[in-house]
C-alpha cells in the first residue's frame, strides 16, 4: 500500500515537472522583427550607441530622443500586433 502511494505521489510530481517545462517554453516564443524593423532598429543602435559596442547602455537610452523613442515603441507595438494574428 505504502510503495503505491510513493509511486503515485512520484508519478504526479514528474507530471507537473513536465507540465510546468512546456509552459514556460511556450512563454518564451516571439515573433520575429521584419527586415524593415531590424532596418530601423539598427538605424537608431548606430546612432545613439557611443562605444560601438552594439548595445545600448542606460546613458545611451537617456540620449535617445523623444521622436525616436515613439518609433521604437510603434515598432515594439507592430511586433505584438503581428503576434496577436
Same mark, same amino acid.
Given at each position: 500500500?505504502?510503495?503505491?502511494?510513493?509511486?503515485?505521489?512520484?508519478?504526479?510530481?514528474?507530471?507537473?515537472?513536465?507540465?510546468?517545462?512546456?509552459?514556460?517554453?511556450?512563454?518564451?516564443?516571439?515573433?520575429?522583427?521584419? $527586415?524593415?524593423?531590424?532596418?530601423?532598429?539598427?538605424?537608431?543602435?548606430?546612432?545613439?550607441?557611443?562605444? $560601438?559596442?552594439?548595445?545600448?547602455?542606460?546613458?545611451?537610452?537617456?540620449?535617445?530622443?523623444?521622436?525616436? $523613442?515613439? $518609433?521604437?515603441?510603434?515598432?515594439?507595438?507592430?511586433?505584438?500586433?503581428?503576434?496577436?494574428?
Amino acid at each position: 500500500m505504502i510503495r503505491a502511494l510513493i509511486l503515485t505521489v512520484g508519478l504526479c510530481g514528474v507530471m507537473a515537472l513536465t507540465a510546468g517545462a512546456a509552459d514556460t517554453n511556450q512563454a518564451k516564443k516571439r515573433t520575429p522583427p521584419t $527586415k524593415e524593423q531590424k532596418a530601423s532598429m539598427k538605424e537608431l543602435r548606430d546612432k545613439y550607441d557611443q562605444d $560601438k559596442n552594439g548595445k545600448l547602455s542606460k546613458a545611451e537610452r537617456a540620449a535617445i530622443s523623444a521622436e525616436d $523613442k515613439a $518609433k521604437m515603441k510603434e515598432f515594439r507595438a507592430a511586433r505584438k500586433k503581428a503576434k496577436g494574428k
